[in-house]
């Protein structure tokens, strides 16, 4: 079988951190998988079961536990389902989905059908955001509404400007294993320092396989398939995908854009305060 994993041991060290956070949250789940024709794919869900469902999809090299962390009040008023994207360093299957074409939405579609879901929220933190955006191109019956943070695919930064601050410092890390290589492109990327992150990143970029296939960004056409409401958030000082331009592409292409707000001091990667941010916009959302 396929493995995006490099080792046995590597997987092992990876996992271990996974099911570290999922304790921290100190949170009652259930751990489901779904089988799509993609790959088998693993849910961490929690909340009142009879409450509104909300599908939460993290970014890339990450995981459910994590993304569970940055919106903790959403699961008192949400029932909700935190995906492990496929070809990520979590539970689900090790497949690695073209983002170029429909793939991803194909996935997520099944997913939701699996689960039985309908008039769904989908919540998504960068590469989160492209995964639902393919979705909302062909496959958005099921979507009620939509919030993205930060997303990929509407916008890309200075490509220069990514390699220089982002990529160079993270190839020096996997050639030498020092810490400070992740400290100096992290703090590029996010707007607070993260330990956990320093912790499972530097564990992800020597024994995970990770893909760094240029983002794609949407067409003006595909855009303008799309008719679910959207809530976008972008961070100002966003070096892979600025907040500046994001907005005034989104409000150019996106017929169904609701809002869009920018929060002024924030990194690619938002701190509590952002999160919070986020947090009430979707909760005011299901009070309205």
């Not at 779904?34 to 929690?46: C, E, P, S, Y």
């Not at 939405?105 to 997913?111: A, F, H, I, N, R």
């Not at 958005?140 to 890309?156: D, E, H, Q, T």
């Not at 794609?216 to 809530?231: G, L, R």
Request: aromatic share 8%.
């Amino acid at each position: 079988m396929a493995t995006l994993f490099k080792s046995e041991q590597g997987k092992n060290e990876v996992f271990a951190l996974y099911e570290e956070k999922l304790r921290q949250l100190d949170l009652t789940y259930e751990s489901r998988f779904v089988d799509t024709t993609r790959g088998k794919t693993h849910l961490l869900i929690t909340g009142p079961a009879d409450q509104p469902p909300l599908l939460l999809v993290h970014g890339s090299n990450a995981c459910a536990p994590i993304a569970l962390e940055a919106y903790p009040e959403l699961c008192k008023k949400y029932r909700v389902y935190a995906v492990d994207v496929l070809g990520q360093p979590n539970k689900s299957a090790e497949v690695r989905l073209s983002m170029k074409d429909d793939s991803y939405g194909q996935w997520m579609d099944e997913v939701m059908e699996a689960l039985g879901l309908e008039q769904v929220t989908l919540l998504g933190f960068s590469f989160g955001g492209l995964v639902i955006l393919k979705t909302l191109i062909n496959h958005g019956s099921r979507v009620k509404a939509v919030f993205l943070a930060a997303p990929a695919y509407l916008v890309n930064g200075n490509p220069l400007k990514a390699l220089w601050k982002v990529f160079i410092p993270m190839r020096r890390y996997m050639r030498t294993q020092k810490i400070a290589h992740i400290e100096k492109f992290l703090s590029v990327l996010f707007t607070k320092r993260d330990n956990f992150a320093i912790r499972f990143l530097s564990k992800v970029f020597l024994h995970f396989d990770m893909d760094f296939t240029p983002v794609p960004v949407i067409s003006k056409q595909e855009a303008q398939k799309i008719d679910t409401p959207i809530t976008l958030i972008a961070a100002e000082q966003d070096i892979m995908f600025p907040g500046k331009k994001m907005i005034k592409r989104a409000q150019q292409i996106l017929p169904s854009l609701r809002q869009a707000v920018l929060l002024t001091d924030s990194k690619h990667v938002q701190d509590a305060a952002g999160n919070q941010r986020v947090e009430k916009l979707v909760l005011e959302d299901k009070n309205n």
